[in-house]
T-cell receptor
């Protein structure tokens, strides 16, 4: 399966600021996703990052708060804008590729641990 | 009703015992089912996939699927302390993008030495 890296691995930010998280994959993949995992909770899908077009957001998530870019098949960014303490969470990118790996499965990056003060 | 439900934990089993983790899902159109293991402070790791009714075995792990009853389970035989983790059930969405997965809330498993 693909090797996925995320930067930064963790950060502490002040409320009202923004943080951009990068996700890099070592091979071209069809699908990339962004999740949030709040403390003690399961994974919540934020959006599907579409290459060359606007991301598809899940209910409760909006582009103004979580702008996403995907300029090519190996890279995506998620920005958490105008942060508040409620945005403290782990942010995970995942990939799914129809040509390799287990059919339909997603593989996760190591995550970005964000604390907003 | 949640789309994917897992039996509430935490679940504790003694070392060497069988751990049984259960999951039910609501979308009858779903075709792909996965179990992920997540150690504390780490990201989820795929451990099993299953697509057809019946059992699928991989080492000490057995996934079971019953589409008629809309449940999928994971059995861990000869449980080891290293199996202590949160186990997440994931189901592909039957409508819209079939590549998207819906995750259950997870079951925390502790294997006692």
């Amino acid at each position: 399966s693909a090797v996925i890296s995320q930067k930064p691995s963790r950060d502490i930010c002040q409320r009202g600021t923004s943080l951009t998280i990068q996700c890099q994959v070592d091979s071209q993949v069809t699908m990339m996703f962004w999740y949030r995992q709040q403390p003690g909770q399961s994974l919540t899908l934020i959006a599907t990052a579409n290459q060359g077009s606007e991301a598809t957001y899940e209910s409760g998530f909006v582009i103004d708060k979580f702008p996403i870019s995907r300029p090519n098949l190996t890279f995506s960014t998620l920005t958490v804008s105008n942060m508040s303490p409620e945005d403290s969470s782990i942010y995970l990118c995942s990939v799914s590729d129809g040509t390799s790996g287990v059919r339909g499965a997603q593989y996760f990056g190591p995550g970005t641990r964000l604390l907003v003060l | 009703q949640k789309e994917v439900e897992q039996n509430s934990g935490p679940l504790s089993v003694p070392e060497g015992a069988i751990a049984s983790l259960n999951c039910t899902y609501s979308d009858r159109v779903s075709q792909s089912f996965f179990w992920y293991r997540q150690y504390s402070g780490k990201s989820p790791e795929l451990i099993m996939s299953i697509y057809s009714n019946g059992d699928k075995e991989d080492g000490r792990f057995t996934a079971q699927l019953n589409k008629a009853s809309q449940y999928v389970s994971l059995l861990i035989r000869d449980s080891q302390p290293s199996d202590s983790a949160t186990y997440l059930c994931a189901v592909n969405r039957g409508t819209g993008s079939a590549r998207q997965l819906t995750f259950g809330s997870g079951t925390q498993l502790t294997v006692l030495p």
